[in-house]
């Protein structure tokens, strides 16, 4: 009796095993993902605290690329980051004077709302703590105690756009703006219309995709003049292609910044290009600098901003910048 | 359909012997007595886990996280006690601080004007909820509701129109800005700690609010109100003037907060203070208000800022990986719950 249960218990788990295995898929899911590679071999010396403080709304791509450029900063340079973020500016000005209380060595912060979070980003400068501006502050960084800057300057990169869309001799551009209330979303849509005129904003809500295909299907049917769209997100771009097809327009997507998909949608051809603020690079450039500026007295910029881009991806380039998307580094 | 029936107690033959009963058991049965016992829980885990949490500075940064917090909370608290609910709460808030900043810079008045103009506009917002609440018989969650949405789109909207971006102008050069910063978001050297004045402002709102439940007439109207409105009203407390005074008295703290946030930053972003309400709700539950009103303490309010001041915070110095943030402040409200839960049985089945 005992030996049989035994037996039966010994035949279930090889065949649950068996079934395992057959279930897995021969390609593609996570077996096909390229192992996360870090940078190079450990710095070595002294062991120093950076503290990055964001206005990242929790669970964007375009911010996991950052995070993932200083994190590979971090690991190669031996350096220990502390991350923290909060999207509302009074909480990340409280966030900035916790890395003053924990005593770092090193600050690196966004100034998506400068006048609260520049005080207190001083107060960490006047404390001797070297600070550098990411991302966001272009203009600011300097009012922060910041020695320098590393980014790039949205207005330039929305005015990049426009050009390129009159180079297209595009009739009318529809610019989506996916929340409402950023004055970093704003100034980019201000700079397309700055260099082509008819550009029309339209506000969705980008944490709701499906609302926001709506959205944009519904305008893009209503007013058949629009030639582009100009979305402000990768995520976005990919809602705005959906939207396309729904309403049967024959429109042209271009966007802001990158994700997998939607190089890939630039590989075939779905969106024209792409305008990429090359976020993996601003991440890895904050510490890289501070930690320079900590073990040598480095500066970098010569006193200017650092432009991170805007750099253009369209068919021309994608091949090569197709594969470290896949890797979270564009 | 039977009539509601209002149950009274049968009669004591005699005064209750309340001198008798031990200190313990008094400080036992105080609505906040859990949360302290979590407040002081979660202390000591921080203060374990986090080298940076032990200083003073830190001590200060949580004081000061939790008074943005716990400002708000209080009148949140009391209106709870009240019965009630505002969903509004959190971008009226960033209202006042629009309406303030707009209206001083615009007219290029001095920022008293500004100040003054946004009171009012928020007492009127308050008073509109607490009259449509007390007239209507729509529960507050759905008035409150539509005025949040409202207040929300307003925000956003005015500003754009008024100022071409979506964020107020510097306000810091106007008349009377240094002045306000002083009441409203200035430093105080206490010779050991440097601590804002929030912290102090927040302490002294929850001594008022405490007096208020426990020492006043109003005090009494407030839980008579909450704990059954219609025996309230029956044995002559006004009801609805007690409820529009507890919907003000949150609005009050808003604008009080908003200024706060207007002086200390010098401008404010239109799209601010969304699903803080839930906070300052929270703030209250976690400090033993009933979410059924006619129970809770304006103290507990306070603990409970404090709590999930020094739970954000903590988990910043402590350095966790901020992707789990929310999952180790859930845990962390979670164990303030169970242990509010807990102490509370305790108290009441302990002989």
């Known amino acids: 009796m005992r030996s049989t249960r035994k037996l039966v218990r010994v035949l279930a788990t090889a065949a649950s095993l068996a079934v395992a295995l057959a279930a897995c898929s021969s390609q593609g899911g996570a077996q096909s993902q390229p192992s996360q590679g870090g940078g190079g071999g450990a710095a070595q010396g002294k062991r120093y605290t950076i503290a990055m403080v964001t206005h990242e709304q929790a669970g964007d791509t375009f911010w996991d690329k950052i995070r993932a450029?200083?994190?590979?900063?971090?690991?190669?340079?031996?350096?220990?980051?502390?991350?923290?973020?909060?999207?509302?500016?009074?909480?990340?000005?409280t966030l900035v004077q916790n890395a003053i209380d924990s005593k770092v060595d090193g600050l690196a912060v966004t100034l998506a709302n400068g006048d609260a979070v520049i005080p207190v980003a001083k107060k960490a400068a006047d404390a001797g703590i070297p600070v550098v501006v990411f991302n966001q502050g272009f203009d600011q960084y300097k009012q922060a105690g910041a020695k320098m800057y590393f980014g790039s300057d949205e207005d330039l990169a929305g005015q990049?756009?426009?050009?390129?869309?009159?180079?297209?001799?595009?009739?009318?551009?529809?610019?989506?703006?996916?929340?409402?209330?950023?004055?970093?979303?704003?100034?980019?849509?201000?700079?397309?219309?700055?260099?082509?005129?008819?550009?029309?904003?339209?506000?969705?809500?980008?944490?709701?995709?499906?609302?926001?295909?709506?959205?944009?299907?519904?305008?893009?049917?209503?007013?058949?003049?629009?030639?582009?769209?100009?979305?402000?997100?990768?995520?976005?771009?990919?809602?705005?292609?959906?939207?396309?097809?729904?309403?049967?327009?024959?429109?042209?997507?271009?966007?802001?910044?990158?994700?997998?998909?939607?190089?890939?949608?630039?590989?075939?051809?779905?969106?024209?290009?792409?305008?990429?603020?090359?976020?993996?690079?601003?991440?890895?450039?904050?510490v890289t600098a501070l930690w320079l500026n900590l073990t040598n007295g480095n500066d970098m910029g010569g006193g200017k901003p650092v432009l991170t881009g805007p750099s253009f991806v369209d068919s021309t380039n994608i091949d090569q910048i197709l594969p470290y998307t896949a890797s979270n580094k564009r | 359909m039977s009539a509601p029936v209002a149950t009274q107690p049968p009669r004591a033959p005699q005064e209750p012997p309340r001198a008798t009963r031990s200190l313990t058991a008094r400080v036992l049965t105080r609505p906040e007595i859990g949360a302290v016992a979590a407040a002081i829980a979660i202390f000591i885990f921080f203060f374990a886990v986090a080298a940076p949490f032990r200083t003073l500075p830190a001590f200060s940064t949580v004081l000061y996280a939790s008074s943005t917090i716990g400002i708000v909370a209080v009148g949140v608290a009391l209106l709870m006690i009240g019965?009630?609910?505002?969903?509004?709460?959190?971008?009226?808030?960033?209202?006042?601080?629009?309406?303030?900043?707009?209206?001083?810079?615009?007219?290029?008045?001095?920022?008293?004007?500004?100040?003054?103009v946004s009171l009012i506009v928020a007492l009127a917002i308050g008073f509109l909820n607490g009259y449509l609440v007390v007239r209507t018989g729509i529960p507050s969650f759905l008035i409150t509701l539509s005025t949040f949405f409202m207040l929300r789109g307003i925000n956003l909207g005015v500003t754009k129109a008024v100022t071409g971006t979506v964020a107020t102008p510097n306000v810091s050069e106007l008349d009377g800005f240094s002045a306000a910063k002083a009441v409203f978001a200035s430093d105080i050297n206490l010779g050991f700690i440097n601590i804002k004045i929030t912290v102090l402002w927040w302490i002294l709102f929850v001594a008022i609010a405490t007096w208020l439940l426990l020492r006043t007439r109003v005090g009494n109207w407030i839980f008579a109100s909450g704990g059954n409105s219609a025996s309230a009203r029956a044995?002559?407390?006004?009801?609805?003037?007690?409820?529009?005074?507890?919907?003000?008295?949150?609005?009050?703290?808003?604008?009080?907060?908003?200024?706060?946030?207007?002086?200390?930053?010098?401008?404010?972003?239109?799209?601010?203070?969304?699903?803080?309400?839930?906070?300052?709700?929270?703030?209250?539950?976690?400090?033993?208000a009933l979410l059924t009103g006619g129970y809770g303490s304006a103290i507990g309010a306070a603990v409970g800022a404090f709590i999930f001041g020094m739970t954000t915070q903590g988990i910043v110095f402590a350095g966790f990986d901020p992707n789990w943030f929310y999952t180790f402040l859930g845990a962390m409200l979670l164990l303030a719950v169970l242990v509010n839960l807990y102490v509370k049985q305790y108290a009441l089945t302990r002989k």
């Open chain 1, 160 to 286: 990049s756009i426009g050009k390129r869309i009159t180079a297209d001799s595009g009739g009318k551009a529809l610019c989506v703006i996916q929340a409402q209330g950023s004055v970093a979303l704003e100034t980019r849509c201000a700079g397309v219309k700055k260099t082509f005129a008819n550009t029309e904003n339209l506000y969705v809500n980008g944490a709701d995709k499906p609302a926001e295909q709506a959205s944009i299907g519904a305008k893009l049917q209503q007013d058949k003049a629009i030639t582009h769209v100009v979305t402000l997100g990768a995520g976005d771009a990919l809602a705005a292609l959906n939207a396309k097809t729904d309403a049967g327009s024959s429109t042209k997507v271009v966007t802001f910044d990158l994700n997998p998909d939607a190089a890939k949608a630039i590989k075939d051809g779905k969106i024209g290009f792409s305008v990429d603020q090359q976020p993996y690079v601003q991440g890895y450039m904050a």
């Open chain 2, 83 to 116: 019965g009630e609910f505002d969903l509004s709460s959190g971008v009226s808030v960033v209202t006042s601080a629009l309406t303030a900043a707009m209206v001083s810079f615009q007219l290029s008045l001095n920022v008293w004007v500004g100040v003054l």
């Open chain 2, 235 to 288: 044995v002559g407390v006004p009801v609805h003037k007690v409820k529009i005074g507890l919907f003000m008295g949150v609005a009050f703290l808003a604008w009080f907060y908003g200024m706060h946030l207007l002086f200390n930053f010098s401008s404010v972003q239109s799209g601010l203070g969304i699903g803080n309400e839930f906070i300052y709700i929270i703030a209250a539950v976690v400090g033993g």
């Open chain 1, 69 to 93: 450029g200083a994190q590979d900063a971090a690991k190669s340079l031996n350096v220990d980051l502390k991350y923290s973020n909060n999207e509302n500016a009074p909480e990340q000005a």
